[in-house]
């Protein structure tokens, strides 16, 4: 190395060095000279990491370092590794200077007579991943007249076929009848650490994040820290270590908008997508050359007061105001009303799974929000279609099946009722069975009257006292007149015609 390795600072803190090899050696032991002032604080490797050349790392030692002062940590490795980098976490006792000299690969080195191993390559070790199978290369094993290998990676080879008789082992069919494959070629240098590459350790610059790669990492997107906070500007400071540690999302799927950022169905675009359309206008502004200012909304079937656009099969916009500025967020929603339950009564009947039971709620009951225990979810409906989530939030947010203590409350009627009326949209008449945010485990709120709960029966009517007896005797008078006949009904008045609705609004002016 030439120089010995230091912090910047003499601390306690946990530090990293990563170390790059030009030849990639087949490794059968890592040599790490260190020392430290005081000598003391010797023995501060904490664990060590190894990748190969494709850039996977795995540990490979973490453990308590015993190490003194001027002398080496050696660890053994059992040579079927191709290691190009090396990964070293170190943190001492005290505040001291730790101090790394050198690290030495011990093995063989990658040469034209040992070619690198691709995951997909036949098995040369009689092993495959890390299961043992006992046999080698390209041959017709079980003597049917068909060659195959057991390949050496079977979780990363993308063309395998896993093994019955070997399970965790995977093979695939190759050709020869025993002949070896072609020689592999030669592996890929190192690929370089960009600024904005998600980090491999969990360091983002000096905070240790505890978060390696691009993942999920409590959120229901991907995103990752990236190696160098400071020289990646699409990054974004970290919410909990400040500007020190920086991130970005990453993989497959984006959210709208950074999870700091509520985004409501009604909102104007942020990248120019209106539901699936991409308009290209983006935000509140005079699109077009209009002389009034308008948006398209970032979610037109979760947006009650939107135009469908004329130019877009999808898309639907609103106008708004500011100047050209973006208009601001909407207003925190006010706490919903009391509603009472109906007199009829309320359904609350499985979302999916065919294990919760119904239950009726009648009028008295406006507190209740669970079923023996599984809080009462709301979903919403437009029509026959069902919408669990809006904007991409779920209406009683998502559910965790698989960790029973992770909070979720669950909604009473007028609760469930009102999320749906803020929406635009109605309690459904259906389970809304596979639809999304896991409520097929709980029970769900729909507006099915209780159709085997019959209403109360009307309070009988105050019984009428009984005539008096008339006086006994030979008492005349005249006699009583007859009543007159009972009238026909009234006819019904025809009630007039309602009026014509107001003819809507023209649109605006092309462009939308």
């Known amino acids: 190395m030439g120089k010995s390795w230091a912090p910047a600072a003499k601390n306690t803190d946990r530090n990293v060095i990563m170390l790059a090899y030009a030849m990639p050696v087949h490794a059968t032991a890592i040599e790490i000279w260190e020392h430290a002032n005081p000598p003391r604080a010797a023995g501060f490797v904490k664990n060590i990491a190894v990748a190969d050349p494709v850039g996977a790392f795995s540990q490979v030692w973490a453990g308590s370092d015993s190490t003194s002062c001027g002398s080496s940590l050696k660890v053994s490795l059992d040579g079927s590794k191709l290691v190009s980098r090396v990964l070293i976490h170190t943190q001492t006792s005290e505040a001291a200077w730790e101090y790394i000299d050198a690290v030495r690969l011990v093995g063989s080195a990658h040469s034209c007579q040992r ?183 970032q979610d037109p079937d979760g947006c009650p007061h939107d135009i469908p656009s004329t130019r877009f099969e999808h898309a639907t916009y609103r106008w708004c105001g500011g100047y050209g500025k973006p208009p601001h967020p909407p207003p925190a929603l006010p706490p919903a009303p009391p509603t009472a339950v109906p007199e009829t009564g309320v359904l609350v009947i499985d979302g999916g799974r065919g294990v919760h039971a119904p239950l009726c709620v009648l009028p008295g009951m406006e507190q209740v929000a669970a079923v023996a225990g599984v809080p009462i979810a709301a979903q919403c409906c437009r029509a026959s279609t069902c919408r669990r989530s809006v904007g991409g939030r779920c209406v009683s947010g998502e559910f965790n099946p698989d960790n029973a203590s992770a909070p979720f409350a669950g909604s009473t009627y007028a609760a469930a009722l009102w999320k749906c009326e803020e929406l635009g949209l109605t309690l459904c008449n259906q389970n809304c069975r596979g639809t999304g945010c896991f409520y097929d485990f709980l029970p769900v709120w729909t507006n099915i009257s209780c159709q085997n709960s019959p209403p109360p029966l009307p309070a009988a009517p105050p019984s009428i006292p009984a005539p008096k007896s008339p006086p006994q005797g030979n008492m005349t008078g005249p006699a009583s007149p007859s009543l007159p006949p009972t009238l026909p009904p009234l006819p019904a008045v025809p009630s007039p015609p309602p009026p014509g609705s107001p003819p809507p609004p023209p649109p605006p002016r092309s462009p939308f």
Request: proline share 14%; net charge negative.
């Open 115 to 297: 070619a690198y191993t691709w995951p997909c390559d036949c098995s040369s070790s009689r092993m495959s991943g890390d299961v043992w199978t006992g046999v080698t290369g390209c041959a017709d094993h079980d003597g049917d007249g068909r060659s195959y290998c057991y390949v050496a990676d079977p979780k990363a080879c993308p063309k395998d076929m896993l093994s019955e008789k070997f399970p965790g082992a995977a093979f695939k069919w190759c050709g020869g009848y025993g002949s070896p494959p072609p020689p592999s070629p030669p592996p890929p240098p190192s690929p370089p650490l960009w600024p904005c590459d998600c980090t491999p350790t969990g360091f983002s610059g000096s905070i240790d994040t505890g978060k390696i790669g691009c993942n999920r990492h409590d959120r229901d997107y991907q995103w990752c820290y990236v190696v160098d906070p400071v020289g990646c500007s699409r990054a974004t400071s970290s919410s909990v270590y400040g500007s020190d540690a920086a991130w970005r999302y990453c993989g497959t799927w984006f959210p709208p908008s950074p999870p700091s950022t509520p985004v409501w169905p009604c909102d104007c675009s942020t990248d120019g997508f209106s539901g699936p359309d991409d308009t290209k206008h983006i935000g509140c502004d005079f699109h077009g050359g209009l002389d009034k200012m308008w948006c398209y909304v």
